[in-house]
């Protein structure tokens, strides 16, 4: 018996969160927010996840429609105002997107200066002194990626577009689903065996929505686990998956 196929992902963190990353990613003057472009970027983003039937936030939804409305006002004709009016200030249409960006910055960066300090006191222990015999050399720290899911979620995307998946996918599934746990012991097998690290796309041999939806995930649930990291060298460039080392 066939049954919908619907997955909820907690990681993506709002629609604040995607355009900041849009922002970041593609060099934008936050000050002087080019609409046409963002707003044709974050719709990419709603886009894919709505055809791998992710249960997006309304928020997501209602921020893709004040991205399109604030799009309408900046194509619409400027009214000629007499001498006397012109010099009256004109509002934005982006400006309080803006000024929604700019504190959501200060706040994240906040939020991530705080995470560094709590993770810094973490390493503070108190005892007596004691001689230690036969102390292993530390171990270099593990480099780890700094993506975040939204650089996932666009490799997703322009990894369909590159194996020219733009049939409809399988829209349901059998009701024998790849178990998530057993999609990350498949997934972590094929990262641990290659030495020089895995394409994202190596992961997805197969045009099914089932599949696609559970590798992705089982993927997150692995770096979240710090069991594996992945990297790209530049922006917009090939994602690399390897293995963790202890």
């Avoid at 907690?10 to 900041?20: H, Q």
């Avoid at 997006?56 to 209602?62: D, N, T």
């Avoid at 939020?111 to 108190?126: F, G, I, P, S």
């Avoid at 992945?230 to 998956?241: G, N, R, V």
Wanted: hydrophobic residues 40%; negative net charge; charged residues 30%.
């Amino acid at each position: 018996m066939n049954q919908a196929y619907q997955v909820k992902l907690d990681a993506f963190e709002g629609p604040l969160d995607l355009l900041l990353h849009l922002i970041n990613q593609y060099e934008i003057d936050i000050y002087d927010i080019p609409v046409a472009q963002i707003t044709k970027q974050y719709m990419e983003y709603i886009h894919t996840m709505q055809r791998l039937e992710l249960n997006i936030a309304s928020e997501y939804l209602v921020m893709a429609s004040t991205l399109v409305a604030i799009k309408s006002q900046m194509l619409l004709p400027k009214q000629e105002l007499p001498v006397d009016e012109s010099e009256e200030y004109m509002e934005d249409p982006r400006e309080e997107l803006m000024q929604r960006l700019i504190a959501y910055r200060k706040f994240k960066e906040a939020a991530e200066e705080l995470k560094k300090k709590e993770l810094e006191e973490n390493q503070v222990y108190t005892r007596p002194p004691v001689i230690f015999e036969d102390l292993e050399k530390e171990k270099a720290p593990v480099v780890r990626g700094e993506l975040s899911v939204y650089d996932m979620l666009n490799a997703l995307g322009k990894m369909m577009e590159r194996k020219n998946w733009n049939t409809p996918l399988d829209t349901t599934v059998q009701r024998m689903d790849i178990p998530i746990e057993k999609r990350m012991q498949d997934v972590l097998s094929k990262v641990k065996s290659s030495k020089d690290g895995i394409e994202f796309d190596h992961l997805f041999p197969y045009p099914s929505r089932g599949h696609i939806v559970v590798t992705f995930i089982a993927v997150l649930e692995l770096m979240k686990s710090k069991e594996i990291y992945c990297k790209q060298d530049q922006h917009f460039e090939s994602l690399y998956i390897y293995y963790m080392e202890e």
